[in-house]
């Protein structure tokens, strides 16, 4: 039985984002959970939204976007600006302390710009080091540290940064402190063997399914960085991870995929 403290990681993306009433929802129960916590939270849909009002035309790889200047513009603005503002307003409704943050804050999460063979991301960050120093100083006195989906690399360059990778990355940094379980919630009851089945949650979720899974196509496009985030976590320290609606956390008996290695 391990002696360390418990933090429970919360990565909410998806609709859950772009719907008020599911949003509000959402983090009451996120602010109900005890002991420490951190929140990271994605905000895709209302970035592209953002994009198409002003003639921007978005792009997207495996489920990862193409942020070129202008597209980096959008994204700063929507994640570290309106949508990490008012995720930390109304968890301060809901008597959490939250901070927000951006990597570049506190040099909490350096990144370096993709270096891809044939693909060019643009201004898109791959995770380098997380401030874990820092971090665990903020969790100690209390804070609740809410992340976007902004990292840097130390040289002046904001960074988009998957959040999914976000959450992961600072859930293994986390893991060397404390025993972390890291939760991907979003508007799925978790990781479904037919996309159009709601009903087809995939209980368990091991390696060797996955990688049959992947080939069949039956997982694609944003599950595939997200199921790749969670086996790197499991492999580098994460003891638990679960991905699933929001209602499982605070009903233990919700349907959910459990990750395992």
Do not use: W
């Given at each position: 039985?391990?002696?360390?403290?418990?933090?429970?990681?919360?990565?909410?993306?998806?609709?859950?984002?772009?719907?008020?009433?599911?949003?509000?929802?959402?983090?009451?129960?996120?602010?109900?959970?005890?002991?420490?916590?951190?929140?990271?939270?994605?905000?895709?849909?209302?970035?592209?939204?953002?994009?198409?009002?002003?003639?921007?035309?978005?792009?997207?790889?495996?489920?990862?976007?193409?942020?070129?200047?202008?597209?980096?513009?959008?994204?700063?603005?929507?994640?570290?600006?309106?949508?990490?503002?008012?995720?930390?307003?109304?968890?301060?409704?809901?008597?959490?302390?939250?901070?927000?943050?951006?990597?570049?804050?506190?040099?909490?999460?350096?990144?370096?710009?993709?270096?891809?063979?044939?693909?060019?991301?643009?201004?898109?960050?791959?995770?380098?080091?997380?401030?874990?120093?820092?971090?665990?100083?903020?969790?100690?006195?209390?804070?609740?540290?809410?992340?976007?989906?902004?990292?840097?690399?130390?040289?002046?360059?904001?960074l988009n940064t998957n959040a999914?990778?976000?959450?992961?990355?600072?859930?293994?940094?986390?893991?060397?402190?404390?025993?972390?379980?890291?939760?991907?919630?979003?508007?799925?009851?978790?990781?479904?063997?037919?996309?159009?089945?709601?009903?087809?949650?995939?209980?368990?979720?091991?390696?060797?399914?996955?990688?049959?899974?992947?080939?069949?196509?039956?997982?694609?496009?944003?599950?595939?960085?997200?199921?790749?985030?969670?086996?790197?976590?499991?492999?580098?320290?994460v003891q638990k991870i679960r991905?699933?609606?929001?209602k499982m956390l605070k009903n233990?008996?919700?349907?959910?995929?459990?990750?395992?290695?």
């Amino acid at each position: 039985m391990s002696n360390k403290k418990i933090v429970t990681l919360v990565k909410i993306g998806g609709n859950i984002i772009d719907d008020a009433n599911e949003l509000q929802q959402f983090l009451s129960d996120f602010s109900k959970i005890e002991g420490h916590k951190v929140l990271v939270h994605g905000g895709g849909k209302s970035a592209t939204k953002m994009a198409k009002s002003i003639g921007l035309v978005p792009q997207m790889i495996d489920g990862r976007r193409i942020t070129d200047a202008a597209m980096l513009e959008v994204v700063v603005m929507i994640y570290a600006g309106q949508i990490n503002k008012e995720v930390v307003a109304q968890l301060q409704a809901n008597n959490t302390n939250a901070i927000g943050f951006s990597g570049a804050d506190g040099n909490l999460i350096q990144s370096e710009k993709r270096n891809h063979p044939t693909i060019d991301y643009g201004f898109v960050g791959d995770v380098k080091k997380v401030n874990t120093t820092l971090l665990q100083t903020l969790i100690e006195a209390g804070i609740t540290p809410v992340f976007c989906a902004i990292t840097h690399d130390k040289k002046g360059q904001l960074l988009n940064t998957n959040a999914d990778t976000i959450a992961s990355e600072l859930a293994i940094a986390l893991s060397e402190v404390y025993e972390v379980t890291l939760n991907y919630c979003f508007e799925k009851p978790g990781v479904l063997f037919d996309s159009e089945d709601d009903s087809s949650v995939i209980a368990n979720m091991n390696a060797e399914l996955y990688s049959k899974l992947k080939d069949e196509k039956a997982i694609h496009s944003g599950m595939i960085p997200k199921l790749d985030n969670c086996f790197n976590s499991l492999n580098k320290g994460v003891q638990k991870i679960r991905i699933g609606h929001h209602k499982m956390l605070k009903n233990t008996e919700t349907i959910c995929t459990t990750i395992q290695l």
